[in-house]
């Protein structure tokens, strides 16, 4: 079966003049006289030979000896112009490369012998190149179809046969048919049965399942936003989000902390963060007028207050430097022992600069504390 993306038994002008042994300018002067050609919407013309042959006859003078031995059984390629053809076989498994049951063939062999029966039929003498894949029909990065496309490009062939469709893709056939048509590269299904088959059908099938697919996955994922934006956080939730993003924490740790104490919605399921941030962003007004008066104390500010002011740290000596490094360290080990939620250093970096401290780098390049340290140095480098 040839495929229906070609003009059957129509040549190309360079295909013409090597029939008639003429150049193009003679070609496109015949067909100004009244040669029959086909004009086709990207403005290039096609020719049926036999018709092109007929003309040529009833004008009286033609090149016979270049058109004398064309069969009928291949209008379109004169007995001497060596055809080039790609011969693709493949199957999916190693299993089906090895011969079975009875036979001492194998797939691949028996795809083999069809398609140069096929060949010897139609053309006799041929060039050929036989590509052989033991892959998937759906695998595109395989290495030799890569090939094949590649050669297919540059104009390598004149024919690619299979016995079947899928013995070349089982999916995207459609667009390796569409660059063939480019490349002017006939695609010929060898196999009987595939007449059987209507191959637009099976794509069209093909489409719309994907189509299908895709219509599914986007309900799925519409429906499970517009449940998100269902839920609502209670008084007693919102409020514990509010407070708690004021003291630093971040959405990820609140969920966290709601799933720890198996805090739930009205349907049973556990806030996400997402819904969290959705929540608060809108109803942020709302909080500040209920709880924006009450003062909320970090993990840091009870950090500070614990182990710097009343000097716990140091047994209550205060070294004029505090390393900022080394806090971090002590803060991030206190929140360890406490169970404490710890902030990041971005965060504590704000909380050190509200609080108005003064900033110093030394010849080492650490920051410090002006007035403040802690009774472990900074580790030598």
């Known amino acids: 079966m040839i495929s229906p993306a070609y003009h059957e038994g129509l040549v190309s002008t360079k295909a013409l003049r090597r029939a008639f042994g003429v150049s193009s300018p003679t070609i496109h002067k015949w067909a100004t006289d009244g040669m029959p050609c086909v004009v086709l ?147 010929i299904y060898t196999d009987p049965d595939t007449d059987e088959v209507d191959i637009d059908d099976i794509s069209q099938c093909v489409d719309e399942l994907m189509a299908y697919i895709c219509s599914i996955s986007s309900r799925i994922y519409g429906n499970r936003t517009r449940k998100a934006l269902k839920i609502y956080l209670d008084e007693d939730t919102l409020k514990f989000s509010y407070l708690k993003t004021r003291e630093g924490w971040t959405l990820e740790q609140i969920q966290d902390d709601l799933r720890r104490r198996n805090v739930r919605t009205d349907k049973g399921k556990h806030y996400v963060y997402g819904v969290i941030h959705r929540q608060l962003k809108e109803r942020w007004k709302e909080c500040e007028e209920k709880w924006g008066g009450i003062e909320v104390e970090t993990s840091f500010d009870r950090f500070w207050q614990e182990n710097i002011i009343k000097g716990n740290i140091d047994g209550g000596i205060k070294p004029p430097k505090l390393y900022i490094h080394s806090l971090l360290n002590s803060y991030r080990t206190w929140c360890t022992k406490t169970n404490s939620v710890c902030l990041s250093g971005n965060k504590v970096g704000r909380i050190l600069n509200d609080m108005g401290l003064i900033r110093k780098t030394n010849d080492r390049g650490n920051r410090y504390l002006l007035g403040f340290s802690l009774a472990h140095p900074m580790p030598k480098k």
Request: proline residues 3%.
């Open 41 to 187: 919407p990207s403005g290039h013309k096609r020719y049926d030979l036999r018709e092109c042959q007929i003309w040529k006859e009833s004008q009286g003078d033609y090149n016979k000896k270049n058109l004398d031995n064309v069969g009928d059984s291949n209008p379109l390629q004169p007995s001497f112009i060596k055809p080039k053809i790609l011969l693709i076989v493949r199957t999916s498994t190693p299993k089906q490369n090895k011969a079975r049951g009875s036979s001492d063939k194998s797939d691949q062999e028996r795809q083999k012998e069809r398609l140069l029966s096929y060949v010897s039929d139609r053309w006799g003498d041929a060039d050929i190149t036989i590509r052989e894949r033991n892959t998937s029909g759906v695998n595109f990065n395989d290495v030799t179809l890569k090939k094949i496309i590649g050669e297919i490009i540059d104009k390598k062939y004149n024919y690619v046969l299979a016995t079947t469709f899928d013995r070349i893709l089982r999916l995207a056939i459609g667009l390796f048919e569409i660059i063939c048509t480019h490349t002017q590269t006939q695609i």
